[in-house]
């Protein structure tokens, strides 16, 4: 069975720091194109980041230079690095698999994990 | 980045109604967009990919259409469980984008 569990969100103040983590079960981390996907509270999905296979990685541009997302392969986890956070980075943080026949199409999400981002 | 326009933004329809929900992309996107339906509290399911494809186990009352930049998502009749909001993602262009969703009630 395809799991994936997020954890690692909680509060913090601006300018902190967090990492996410996806661990994930019933498939291999590092065969799939892996991405983190935000909500806002009341507000609708936003992409922020995909990790590919070959290990490159691409962020929208709201948080490139402050979020890096990697993989442990070893753990089968993935992360999102998360630095000098602002209050518009608050929001529930979905790790999500790109499908096997459509890559940028998201068949497997975690439950999500909250980040707040607030003094 | 590539704007998604949903409309309407929200509808409120019957048991056994036919739903149909648009998307507009500011470019065209080819056949380049997936729909999700999302319940509150969970997380997105993909039900269509390609525009058009039905992702396995999605019911059949469920379809997409459209290439360029007009697309449209219906729900041929629908049923309690279908209250949700629906989004569209593009996947032509990094950054993906999605719409602002379209929030499904039954009356």
């Known amino acids: 069975e395809v799991q994936l569990v997020e954890s690692g969100g909680g509060l913090v103040q601006p300018g902190g720091s967090l990492r996410l983590s996806c661990v994930v079960s019933?498939?291999?981390?590092?065969?799939?194109?892996m991405n983190w996907v935000r909500q806002a509270p009341g507000k609708g999905l936003e992409w922020v980041s995909v990790l590919y296979v070959g290990g490159n990685s691409y962020y929208t541009d709201s948080v490139k230079g402050r979020f890096t997302i990697s993989r442990d392969n070893s753990k089968n986890t993935l992360y999102l690095q998360m630095n000098n956070l602002r209050a518009d980075d608050t929001a529930v943080y979905y790790c999500?698999?790109?499908?096997?026949?459509?890559?940028?199409?998201?068949?497997?999400w975690g439950q999500g994990t909250l980040v707040t981002v607030s003094s | 980045d590539i704007q998604m326009t949903q409309s309407p933004s929200s509808l409120s329809a019957s048991i056994g109604d036919r739903v149909i929900i648009t998307c507009q992309a500011s470019q065209d996107i080819s056949n380049y967009l997936n729909w999700y339906q999302q319940k509150p509290g969970n997380a997105p399911k993909l039900l269509i990919y390609?525009?058009?494809d039905l992702q396995t186990g999605v019911p059949s009352r469920f379809s997409g259409s459209g290439s360029g930049t007009d697309f449209t998502f219906t729900i041929s009749s629908l049923q309690s469980e279908d209250s949700a909001t629906y989004y569209c993602q593009q996947y032509d262009t990094l950054p993906l984008t999605f719409g602002q969703g379209t929030r499904v009630q039954i009356k």
């Open positions: 019933g498939f291999t981390v590092s065969n799939n194109y």
């Open positions: 390609d525009a058009a």
């Open positions: 999500a698999r790109g499908y096997q026949v459509q890559l940028w199409a998201f068949d497997s």
